[in-house]
């Protein structure tokens, strides 16, 4: 019987987290490592406003989820190159900087959600690279991949049949779950990036 009951609480449960749009965002301060010193060099971060405006959707169940991945490139890219490099700024039009770096989203940038409230959920993040000298030349492209997939913890499952149908719960988790995902995802793709930014410094500067 207490089978029974968690199992109708769970068809409950995706149907009204399916009946759903929702929004998720990723944190805009991410945390980024280095091993050794950075380098004495400027760079700025030059982002479009299409790239600024990209955002992941996906749909699950009869709901549609909105992930806008790309408000949170500017203020995390910034992040990783100033852990790597003295002095990372946004780009404003100027070049003053030693080098620009131009960031976009390649096509293969993609979430995908599982069929119901406990499955994975998975977020791809490939960042395309192009850095700049003054003049406006192309000194170094590269790409980096950024993957990760999230679900919600399993203990959740202990919650009550009550708790499951009432659905905030399970919902606000679910969110997170893919939130996550998005983020780790943002974190992995910068992290290579700027890492291998330095391990290009030669050829780059």
């Given at each position: 019987m207490k089978t029974t009951s968690i199992v109708f609480a769970?068809?409950?449960l995706v149907i009204l987290t399916g009946c759903t749009s929702t929004t998720v965002h990723l944190r805009p301060d991410l945390t980024f490592q280095t091993k050794d010193s950075k380098l004495r060099k400027s760079v700025s971060i030059s982002i479009s406003t299409d790239t600024k405006n990209y955002v992941l959707k996906s749909k699950a169940g009869v709901g549609t989820w909105t992930v806008p991945i790309g408000q949170a490139l500017e203020p995390n890219a910034?992040?990783?190159?100033?852990?790597v490099i003295e002095k990372a700024t946004a780009y404003t039009g100027d070049t003053a900087a030693d080098r620009i770096i131009e960031l976009s989203f390649d096509p293969q940038t993609d979430i995908r959600l599982?069929?119901?409230t406990f499955s994975e959920n998975k977020c791809i993040i490939v960042l395309k690279c192009d850095i700049k000298d003054s003049t406006g030349k192309v000194v170094w492209?590269?790409?980096?991949?950024?993957?990760?997939?999230?679900?919600?913890s399993s203990g959740y499952m202990c919650l009550t049949p009550l708790l499951l149908i009432g659905g905030i719960f399970i919902q606000n988790a679910y969110n997170a779950a893919i939130g996550n995902a998005a983020d780790a995802a943002m974190m992995e793709a910068l992290q290579k990036l700027a890492d291998q930014v330095k391990a290009q410094k030669q050829s780059i500067f």
């Open positions: 769970l068809i409950a910034l992040r990783a190159f100033a852990a599982g069929g119901t492209s590269g790409t980096a991949h950024g993957e990760a997939s999230k679900n919600i």
